[in-house]
């Protein structure tokens, strides 16, 4: 009662998604599918330790016919995400992982101008 909800499908850009070792496979599709359905790119970046299920899923959708650059996989540790996260072109980012990975990605985050 009294309330409305309006639900808007609006990209805001590229999206970053940094995703842990543990559920190579379903966090990337959570990631990645909002990003998606908003009108966004995406750009995921796996851990080092499990980056098949990350490279496979990127096969699947180039099969399926998503577009050359809509959904790309980059490989590498800290100094990537750090790369990424600078990035002016990106608008967002998504994270999994640990807490002091957490802190680390929160804290590039925060501080983009």
């Not at 330790?49 to 496979?56: I, K, Q």
């Not at 016919?65 to 967002?92: C, H, M, Y």
């Amino acid at each position: 009662r009294g309330v409305d909800f309006v639900q808007v499908r609006e990209p805001v850009g590229v999206c970053v998604g940094v995703m842990p070792f543990n559920f190579p496979a379903m966090i990337p599709l959570w990631m990645m599918a909002p990003a998606l359905v908003a009108g966004c790119a995406f750009v995921a970046k796996p851990s080092v330790l499990v980056p098949g299920a990350t490279t496979l899923l990127a096969e699947v959708v180039r099969d399926v016919g998503i577009p050359a650059g809509v959904f790309s996989v980059v490989q590498g540790g800290e100094r990537t995400v750090a790369a990424l996260i600078a990035d002016n072109r990106v608008a967002a980012v998504s994270f999994v992982g640990s807490t002091p990975a957490g802190r680390a990605v929160h804290r590039l985050a925060a501080t983009r101008e």
